[in-house]
C-alpha cells in the first residue's frame, strides 16, 4: 500500500509541477519551490488551476483539430456538469472567511515566500483568500473544517441540499442562458452604425467580449502596416524586441518600439469609439497601457489549451486586437467562452468561480462557445482578460499577425507584472509607452464619452 500511494503522490506531484509550470511562464522562479509547498499544503494542482487558469497544453496540443462549436439546444441542460453543486458550495463558503480564516491563508502565502508589496512576482501571490480558499476547497484534498473554521468548522453557517440544488441550478441556467445568446447574436458592431458605442459597451459588459468593424482608420493602418514592416526589416532591432518566451504553441511576439507611428493611442488601435468603449468598461476607475506587441500565429501551429489571460477578477485587464489581414477559419481565429470569468462582487463572486471550476475541470466551455468563421483586416476586438479563450490551430499556409493592445486599470499593469521576463530593450520601450498612455485615460488628462455612430 505504502508503494501505491507513493506512486500516486509522485503522480500527483508531477501533475502540480506541469501545471505550476504553465502558471508560471513568462514569470520569474521567484518563491516557486515554497509555492509548490504551499500548492500541496492546501490543495495541490486543483488549487494551481484554480488560481492561474491553467489548462493542459499538451492536451490541446495532442487534440489536432480545429474546434468547430455545435448549435447550442435551445435551453439549458438538464444536467449540471459534474461536481457544479460541490463547487459552488465551495465557492459560498469561501465568500463567508472570517478575519482568522484570512489571517491563516496570509499566514500560508507569506510562508510561500509571496510578499505583498509585489503580488505580480508569481500568480500564487496574487490571489485573494477567497481564491486560495475555493480552490483548496474544489481540490477535494483539503479538510478544510481544519485548516479554515471559520467558513467551513461545526459553527460556520450550513447550506441546506434543496437550497444548494436551486442555488445551483440558477447559477449554471444564467451562465448558459448568457453564453447562448452571446454565441447566437455573435459579437460584432459596426463601428458607423447609430449607437455603435451603447451597442458595443452593452455586449463587452454581458459577454465578456466585442468586435468592432471600421473602426481603425484605413489609412492610419496602413501607416502602421509599414512599420510593423520596418521594423522586420531591422534585424537587430527587431530581434531585442523579440519574445518568444511568453507565449506558446508556434506564436510568439515582437513589442513595439515606442517611436512613430505607434506613438498614439490611435494607432494602437484605440479610435475614440475604441477609447469611450474603455473608458466606460472599466466603470470610472482609470485605466492605461499594459504593453503592446504584434503576435504571430505561425502556420502550422496547433490549438493552444483553453485559458484567460489574467488570474483575477474581470474589470480589471482588457485585450484590443487588431486583424492586420482577413482572418479566415482555417487561419485560427480566437475561440470564445462568453459569460466566463470571476466577478468582483461578493454576491455574484460564488457563481462566477463555480463556472470557472467546472471549465477548467471539463477542460472545454461547458456552456455555449464559439470562433469567428472571418474576421476582416482592421476589425478591433476587445475581450476581458478573465475570460476563457484560446487561438485555434493555423493551418491555412500563412502567418496570422494580430496587433495586440493590453490595457489595465490604475496599477494593475505593474501588479500583474506581464513584462518581467520580457526582453530589456522591450521592457524599456514599454515604460516609454505607459509614460505616455498610461492612467487617467491612456494619456488623455480627461475624456467625456460621447455617442458614436
Same mark, same amino acid.
Given at each position: 500500500?505504502?508503494?501505491?500511494?507513493?506512486?500516486?503522490?509522485?503522480?500527483?506531484?508531477?501533475?502540480?509541477?506541469?501545471?505550476?509550470?504553465?502558471?508560471?511562464?513568462?514569470?520569474?522562479?521567484?518563491?516557486?519551490?515554497?509555492?509548490?509547498?504551499?500548492?500541496?499544503?492546501? /490543495?495541490?494542482?486543483?488549487?494551481?488551476?484554480?488560481?492561474?487558469?491553467?489548462?493542459?497544453?499538451?492536451?490541446?496540443?495532442?487534440?489536432?483539430?480545429?474546434?468547430?462549436?455545435?448549435?447550442?439546444?435551445?435551453?439549458?441542460?438538464?444536467? !449540471?456538469?459534474?461536481?457544479?453543486?460541490?463547487?459552488?458550495?465551495?465557492?459560498?463558503?469561501?465568500?463567508?472567511?472570517?478575519?482568522?480564516?484570512?489571517?491563516?491563508?496570509?499566514?500560508?502565502?507569506?510562508?510561500?515566500?509571496?510578499?505583498?508589496?509585489?503580488? /505580480?512576482?508569481?500568480?500564487?501571490?496574487?490571489?485573494?483568500?477567497?481564491?486560495?480558499?475555493? /480552490?483548496?476547497?474544489?481540490?477535494?484534498?483539503?479538510?478544510?473544517?481544519?485548516?479554515?473554521?471559520?467558513?467551513?468548522?461545526?459553527?460556520?453557517?450550513?447550506?441546506?441540499?434543496?437550497?444548494?440544488?436551486?442555488?445551483?441550478?440558477?447559477?449554471?441556467?444564467?451562465?448558459?442562458?448568457?453564453?447562448?445568446?452571446?454565441?447566437?447574436?455573435?459579437?460584432?458592431?459596426?463601428?458607423?452604425?447609430?449607437?455603435?458605442?451603447?451597442?458595443?459597451?452593452?455586449?463587452?459588459?454581458?459577454?465578456?467580449?466585442?468586435?468592432?468593424?471600421?473602426?481603425?482608420?484605413?489609412?492610419?493602418?496602413?501607416?502602421?502596416?509599414?512599420?510593423?514592416?520596418?521594423?522586420?526589416?531591422?534585424?537587430?532591432?527587431?530581434?531585442?524586441?523579440?519574445?518568444?518566451?511568453? !507565449?506558446?504553441?508556434?506564436?510568439?511576439?515582437?513589442?513595439?518600439?515606442?517611436?512613430?507611428?505607434?506613438?498614439?493611442?490611435?494607432?494602437?488601435?484605440?479610435?475614440?469609439?475604441?477609447?469611450?468603449?474603455?473608458?466606460?468598461?472599466?466603470?470610472?476607475?482609470?485605466?492605461?497601457?499594459?504593453?503592446?506587441?504584434?503576435?504571430?500565429?505561425?502556420?502550422?501551429?496547433?490549438?493552444?489549451?483553453?485559458?484567460?489571460?489574467?488570474?483575477?477578477?474581470?474589470?480589471?485587464?482588457?485585450?484590443?486586437?487588431?486583424?492586420?489581414?482577413?482572418?479566415?477559419? $482555417?487561419?485560427?481565429?480566437?475561440?470564445?467562452?462568453?459569460?466566463?470569468?470571476?466577478?468582483?462582487?461578493?454576491?455574484?463572486?460564488?457563481?462566477?468561480?463555480?463556472?470557472?471550476?467546472?471549465?477548467?475541470?471539463?477542460?472545454?466551455?461547458?456552456?455555449?462557445?464559439?470562433?469567428?468563421?472571418? @474576421?476582416?483586416?482592421?476589425?478591433?476586438?476587445?475581450? $476581458?482578460?478573465?475570460?476563457?479563450?484560446?487561438?485555434?490551430?493555423? !493551418?491555412?499556409?500563412?502567418?496570422?499577425?494580430?496587433?495586440?493592445?493590453?490595457?489595465?486599470?490604475? $496599477?494593475?499593469?505593474?501588479?500583474?507584472?506581464? @513584462?518581467?521576463?520580457?526582453?530589456?530593450?522591450?521592457?524599456?520601450?514599454?515604460?516609454?509607452?505607459?509614460?505616455?498612455?498610461?492612467?487617467?485615460?491612456?494619456?488623455?488628462?480627461?475624456?467625456?464619452?460621447?455617442?458614436?455612430?
Amino acid at each position: 500500500m505504502g508503494g501505491k500511494r507513493n506512486a500516486e503522490r509522485q503522480g500527483s506531484s508531477q501533475e502540480e509541477k506541469a501545471v505550476l509550470a504553465e502558471a508560471s511562464s513568462g514569470r520569474s522562479p521567484v518563491a516557486i519551490g515554497a509555492a509548490l509547498a504551499l500548492a500541496a499544503a492546501i /490543495g495541490v494542482a486543483a488549487f494551481l488551476r484554480f488560481v492561474s487558469g491553467s489548462g493542459s497544453r499538451a492536451q490541446a496540443a495532442e487534440a489536432g483539430h480545429v474546434v468547430t462549436p455545435s448549435a447550442p439546444p435551445a435551453s439549458p441542460p438538464a444536467v !449540471l456538469p459534474a461536481s457544479f453543486e460541490s463547487d459552488l458550495a465551495c465557492a459560498v463558503r469561501c465568500s463567508r472567511l472570517t478575519d482568522s480564516d484570512r489571517q491563516v491563508i496570509a499566514t500560508a502565502l507569506k510562508q510561500a515566500g509571496c510578499d505583498p508589496k509585489t503580488p /505580480g512576482k508569481h500568480v500564487l501571490c496574487a490571489t485573494t483568500p477567497e481564491q486560495v480558499c475555493a /480552490g483548496s476547497c474544489g481540490s477535494g484534498k483539503q479538510d478544510m473544517a481544519s485548516w479554515l473554521p471559520g467558513a467551513f468548522g461545526l459553527g460556520s453557517a450550513q447550506i441546506a441540499e434543496k437550497e444548494l440544488q436551486s442555488m445551483a441550478r440558477q447559477a449554471h441556467d444564467e451562465y448558459w442562458t448568457c453564453a447562448e445568446r452571446c454565441s447566437r447574436e455573435r459579437v460584432m458592431v459596426d463601428a458607423h452604425e447609430a449607437g455603435a458605442e451603447d451597442r458595443a459597451v452593452e455586449t463587452l459588459q454581458r459577454c465578456g467580449v466585442v468586435q468592432l468593424a471600421r473602426s481603425f482608420d484605413g489609412r492610419l493602418l496602413e501607416k502602421v502596416q509599414a512599420g510593423i514592416d520596418e521594423l522586420a526589416s531591422k534585424k537587430k532591432l527587431h530581434n531585442k524586441l523579440l519574445d518568444q518566451k511568453q !507565449l506558446h504553441t508556434g506564436r510568439s511576439q515582437v513589442y513595439l518600439p515606442f517611436s512613430e507611428p505607434f506613438k498614439t493611442r490611435q494607432a494602437l488601435g484605440v479610435s475614440d469609439l475604441v477609447h469611450a468603449v474603455l473608458e466606460r468598461y472599466f466603470a470610472g476607475r482609470e485605466f492605461g497601457i499594459d504593453h503592446v506587441s504584434v503576435l504571430t500565429s505561425d502556420s502550422p501551429c496547433g490549438n493552444q489549451s483553453l485559458h484567460p489571460d489574467i488570474h483575477y477578477f474581470k474589470g480589471l485587464a482588457v485585450s484590443v486586437h487588431t486583424a492586420l489581414l482577413d482572418v479566415t477559419r $482555417d487561419m485560427g481565429p480566437t475561440y470564445f467562452c462568453p459569460c466566463t470569468g470571476e466577478k468582483m462582487s461578493k454576491e455574484e463572486w460564488p457563481s462566477s468561480a463555480a463556472v470557472k471550476m467546472a471549465t477548467l475541470k471539463e477542460k472545454a466551455c461547458f456552456g455555449p462557445s464559439f470562433a469567428p468563421s472571418f @474576421i476582416p483586416r482592421g476589425t478591433v476586438t476587445i475581450y $476581458d482578460g478573465a475570460m476563457f479563450h484560446m487561438g485555434l490551430e493555423n !493551418l491555412s499556409g500563412r502567418k496570422r499577425p494580430v496587433l495586440k493592445l493590453e490595457v489595465g486599470a490604475e $496599477d494593475y499593469p505593474e501588479i500583474r507584472n506581464y @513584462i518581467q521576463m520580457a526582453p530589456e530593450t522591450a521592457k524599456r520601450h514599454v515604460n516609454k509607452y505607459r509614460i505616455a498612455l498610461g492612467p487617467p485615460r491612456m494619456g488623455d488628462p480627461f475624456h467625456t464619452s460621447a455617442p458614436h455612430g
